[in-house]
């Protein structure tokens, strides 16, 4: 626990200053003013700027101790320019002026970062990690991008840049493990940011946007507590997602200048998630709202949010390529690349297939699940989910009614939500638009559980919004101690329940490693390899190297050494 809290003292001012230069560089691109905003936005701004240097230091350099050296070097260079310069003042963070509401929100804040450090010494628990994000994270700290790496695992070709960030901050160079704490350190800011929703709650600031804070601030441990030590993709797709619909909302109350930082910022969140995981595809959607806006007077801005987008997208496109010899993997159709390394497009194809196949129906067939109408799949699929995913799904589906309720409560009693309505409305179109594409393409929960929970709760950020404006001091009172009591309930709930006491003598220092499992010697065409073992489960975790989850025929390396790449002999 002790690794934990001191990386966090170099990972969140490191995030802090590159997150300062990334929006003063960006603003001038789009020829804004940069003006002071919250930590939340630096933050995420910092994240998103670190996970791009990273992946181009990628292409050339394995991102291990001369990487990490950049990162550090290039931070003390943005500190010495912005402190000589000025403009770092305006990211200084200011402390609230502290009252007894905002004492309440901070014990309940502290319960939830302890919950946070404890979570994040756990042993791993998403199996995927074991698959293929713990042997990714290892070829990115032992080589630059390996050209047709997605040859020898389909899964090293899926090039999240969430893996990147967690290579270069593995620190795995120190002779000690890999560490995989970057998870951790966004749910820890997540949890700062809904926290700060709850203390403007309780101080009286009741918009749709802390209702919404308010309501992710325990959903997020229910969902996602156990995937907090893990380098998994899915909880930064739902933990932004979460993050910047908020900011989105508070968007009409704020000045011009504060409005285009905060427009910046979900504009490089929504084109960065796609660099995540392509299931936050929908994002784009409020890119392209917070452009056109943007640009109504002068359609020549549009070239301007492009080349920013071109930014962020590039290092991931490169790499894409070099990985998979395509430049979206699995998107054969984008076959613009004629590379002796390129995954067949028949392998490709199938791998698309798969994914779709697989989220519908698990253990089917793939063309056998993909032939099958809406009406054939959709009720097995429902029926073979959890008691309580069937009750998230229902109230998904049962919200267009609620939405419909509130909006009509809001115009009867005349609720002022700070203007905040039209966000409102746009917010859940957006989360339709992306629980629809979820839907129809790979409708695994995992996936889809930041469109489908926002669709359950802005009917109801909502109502508690419009409820909340017309309550009396001393109402408001009773109400404000009925949360907060219920909310250091339920994260002490969460504290002790998820406090593993038998291990905490291991990991009071240092987390623990990746899990050790069985392996065993698979040939390629020309060269050797390791495979899980049986009793594995197709698990390789970190160690040994290189592993892959089963043999694989028709391989070859391309030259003598494994950093050379990997070829289809199908494909030469």
């Known amino acids: 626990m002790i690794t934990v809290l001191v990386f966090a003292l170099v990972f969140f001012p490191l995030g802090w200053l590159y997150g300062a230069a990334f929006l003063r560089l960006a603003a001038r691109i789009l020829?804004?003013?940069?003006?002071?905003?919250?930590?939340?936005?630096?933050?995420?701004?910092?994240?998103?700027?670190?996970?791009?240097?990273?992946?181009?230091?990628?292409?050339?350099?394995?991102?291990?101790?001369?990487?990490?050296?950049?990162?550090?070097?290039?931070?003390?260079?943005?500190?010495?320019?912005?402190?000589?310069?000025?403009?770092?003042?305006?990211?200084?963070?200011?402390?609230?002026?502290?009252?007894?509401?905002?004492?309440?929100?901070g014990a309940v804040l502290l319960l939830a970062l302890?919950?946070?450090?404890?979570?994040?010494?756990?042993?791993?628990?998403?199996?995927?990690?074991?698959?293929?994000?713990?042997?990714?994270?290892?070829?990115?700290?032992?080589?630059?991008?390996?050209?047709?790496?997605?040859?020898?695992?389909?899964?090293?070709?899926?090039?999240?840049?969430?893996?990147?960030?967690?290579?270069?901050?593995?620190l795995a160079f120190w002779g000690g493990r890999s560490l995989h704490l970057v998870g951790a350190m966004l749910f820890g800011l997540a949890v700062w940011d809904f926290g700060n929703g709850l203390r403007r709650w309780l101080g009286g600031e009741r918009t749709a946007a802390n209702g919404l804070r308010l309501l992710f601030f325990p959903l997020a441990f229910y969902l996602l507590g156990s995937q907090t030590s893990s380098p998994g993709t899915d909880l930064p797709v739902i933990l932004m997602l979460w993050l910047v619909i908020p900011l989105w909302l508070e968007q009409?109350?704020?000045?011009?200048?504060?409005?285009?930082?905060?427009?910046?910022?979900?504009?490089?969140?929504?084109?960065?998630?796609?660099?995540?995981?392509?299931s936050a595809l929908p994002l784009l959607l409020l890119a392209a709202w917070l452009v056109l806006s943007d640009v109504r007077h002068q359609p020549v801005r549009v070239l301007r949010w492009?080349?920013?987008?071109?930014?962020?997208?590039?290092?991931?496109?490169?790499?894409?390529?070099?990985?998979?010899?395509?430049?979206?993997?699995?998107?054969?159709?984008?076959?613009?690349?004629?590379?002796?390394?390129?995954?067949?497009?028949?392998?490709?194809?199938?791998?698309?297939?798969?994914?779709?196949?697989w989220a519908r129906l698990p253990n089917v067939d793939a063309s056998l699940?993909?032939?099958?109408?809406?009406?054939?799949?959709?009720?097995?699929?429902?029926?073979?989910?959890?008691?309580?995913?069937?009750?998230?799904?229902?109230?998904?589906?049962?919200?267009?009614?609620?939405?419909?309720?509130?909006?009509?409560?809001?115009?009867?009693?005349?609720?002022?939500?700070?203007?905040?309505?039209?966000?409102?409305?746009?917010?859940?179109l957006f989360a339709m638009a992306g629980a629809l594409y979820w839907l129809f393409n790979a409708p695994d929960l995992r996936f889809g559980y930041g469109w489908v929970i926002l669709l359950m709760i802005l009917p109801l950020a909502g109502l508690?919004?419009?409820?909340?404006?017309?309550?009396?001091?001393?109402?408001?009172?009773?109400?404000?101690?009925?949360?907060?009591?219920?909310?250091?309930?339920?994260?002490?709930?969460?504290?002790?329940?998820?406090?593993?006491?038998?291990?905490?003598?291991?990991?009071?220092?240092?987390?623990?490693?990746?899990?050790?499992?069985?392996?065993?010697?698979?040939?390629l065409e020309n060269g050797m390899v390791l495979c899980a073992g049986e009793e594995s489960y197709t698990q390789c975790y970190y160690q040994p190297f290189p592993c892959i989850p089963k043999p694989i025929e028709g391989v070859e390396m391309r030259g003598t050494d494994w950093g050379d790449g990997f070829r289809s002999v199908s494909g030469r």
């Not at 109350?253 to 995540?276: G, M, N, P, W």
């Not at 993909?370 to 054939?376: H, R, S, V």
Request: contains cysteine; hydrophobic residues 50%.
């Open 369 to 428: 699940v993909l032939k099958m109408p809406l009406g054939e799949w959709l009720p097995v699929w429902f029926s073979d989910r959890t008691t309580n995913q069937r009750l998230i799904l229902l109230l998904a589906m049962l919200s267009p009614a609620g939405m419909g309720v509130v909006w009509l409560l809001a115009r009867l009693k005349k609720w002022n939500w700070a203007g905040q309505d039209f966000g409102w409305m746009g917010a859940y």
């Open 252 to 278: 009409s109350a704020l000045q011009k200048e504060q409005h285009d930082i905060r427009s910046l910022l979900i504009f490089s969140t929504a084109v960065y998630l796609l660099t995540v995981k392509l």
């Open 464 to 523: 508690m919004s419009g409820l909340a404006g017309g309550l009396r001091d001393s109402q408001a009172f009773l109400v404000n101690a009925f949360l907060t009591v219920g909310m250091v309930v339920v994260h002490l709930w969460f504290l002790t329940a998820s406090f593993e006491g038998k291990t905490f003598p291991q990991r009071w220092l240092l987390p623990p490693d990746y899990p050790l499992h069985a392996t065993f010697p698979c040939s």
């Open 114 to 170: 302890l919950t946070v450090l404890e979570n994040a010494t756990h042993q791993v628990a998403n199996p995927d990690t074991g698959i293929y994000h713990a042997q990714a994270i290892r070829w990115m700290e032992e080589y630059p991008t390996v050209a047709g790496l997605g040859n020898l695992h389909s899964r090293f070709a899926y090039n999240s840049h969430w893996l990147v960030l967690n290579a270069v901050f593995s």
């Open 306 to 357: 492009g080349f920013l987008g071109f930014l962020l997208l590039l290092p991931w496109l490169a790499r894409n390529v070099i990985l998979s010899g395509y430049l979206i993997y699995p998107f054969p159709a984008l076959d613009w690349f004629n590379v002796d390394w390129k995954i067949p497009y028949e392998t490709a194809l199938r791998e698309a297939q798969i994914i779709r196949a």
């Open 31 to 105: 020829r804004i003013e940069a003006q002071e905003t919250s930590a939340t936005v630096i933050l995420l701004a910092g994240m998103i700027a670190m996970t791009t240097l990273a992946a181009g230091l990628s292409l050339a350099l394995p991102l291990d101790w001369r990487a990490f050296s950049i990162l550090i070097l290039g931070a003390a260079a943005i500190f010495l320019s912005g402190s000589r310069q000025g403009w770092l003042k305006l990211s200084r963070p200011r402390l609230p002026r502290l009252t007894g509401w905002d004492a309440a929100a």
